[in-house]
């Protein structure tokens, strides 16, 4: 496509024109790699990812089970606090949402927060009605390739902006927690490990709630 060979000031100003980057951002053309911490290894023997809390039944799937579930593709913009944002990024993976439809996932009516648990005890937490968003994906493949070490492979949270969506909420994209190994459904919200090193809980990237 054309738009690849403008340079990047060019396609930041197209974007702006189109109404799509957030007060305070700038578009790259990069995929910058943040976190705290190291990078972990993965095991598909020992990996297993689960789901406790305000569930009817908690669920342990290994990585065969995992890789067996209804996948989703999504493209979407993604916004970090630290100022980038990178548009019409690919993500293909496991939607919340579908699993909550399909069955697969069954909530109690009490649940109303959701906390991303990470290798390390990583934390990010997010309003339930966000988690089953179309624009929040369990990703494991980015741009039609498995996720690299450093963007959180296996698998990630991941969560952006589908442009002229303006009916969902869009936060920054540290609520992805990289190397994810479960959820927990809760009633009451709690804190993630950027939220309580003082980023703002609700996050939006349209208000510049960048911190608290
Ligand atoms: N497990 C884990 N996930 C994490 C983080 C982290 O420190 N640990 N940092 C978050 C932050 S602050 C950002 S901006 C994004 C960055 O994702 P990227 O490295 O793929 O760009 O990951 C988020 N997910
Ligand atoms: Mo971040």
Redesign the pocket.
């Known amino acids: 496509m054309f738009d690849r060979f403008l340079n990047r000031k060019a396609e930041e100003d197209k974007i702006r024109q189109e109404g799509r980057l957030p007060p305070g951002q700038a578009l790259t053309q990069k ?7 190291q990078v972990p290894t993965f095991n598909a023997a020992t990996w297993d990812f689960r789901i406790w809390g305000e569930v009817e039944e908690e669920i342990t799937w290994n990585w065969a089970e995992f890789e067996r579930l209804p996948r989703a593709k999504i493209q979407m913009d993604i916004h ?3 100022r980038w944002s990178k548009f019409d990024t690919l993500w293909e993976g496991v939607s919340v949402k579908t699993l909550v439809e399909e069955g697969l996932i069954k909530l109690k009516p009490a649940a109303k927060f959701v906390i991303q648990h ?2 390390y005890g ?1 934390t ?1 937490n997010l309003p339930l009605e966000i988690v089953l968003q179309d624009t929040f994906l369990l990703a494991t493949h980015f741009d039609g390739e498995p996720l690299s070490p ?3 492979y296996p698998l990630r949270g991941v969560i952006g902006h589908i442009p002229g969506r303006a009916d969902l909420q869009t936060p920054y ?2 609520k ?4 994810l190994r479960g959820l927990e459904f809760r009633t009451q919200d709690q804190l993630g ?2 939220e309580r090193a003082g980023y703002h809980n609700d996050a939006d990237v349209w208000r510049e709630e960048r911190f608290r």
């Open positions: 995929f910058p790699v943040l976190h705290y911490g970090c606090v630290t990470a290798e990583y990010a450093d963007h959180g994209f540290w992805g927690a990289k190397w490990f950027w």
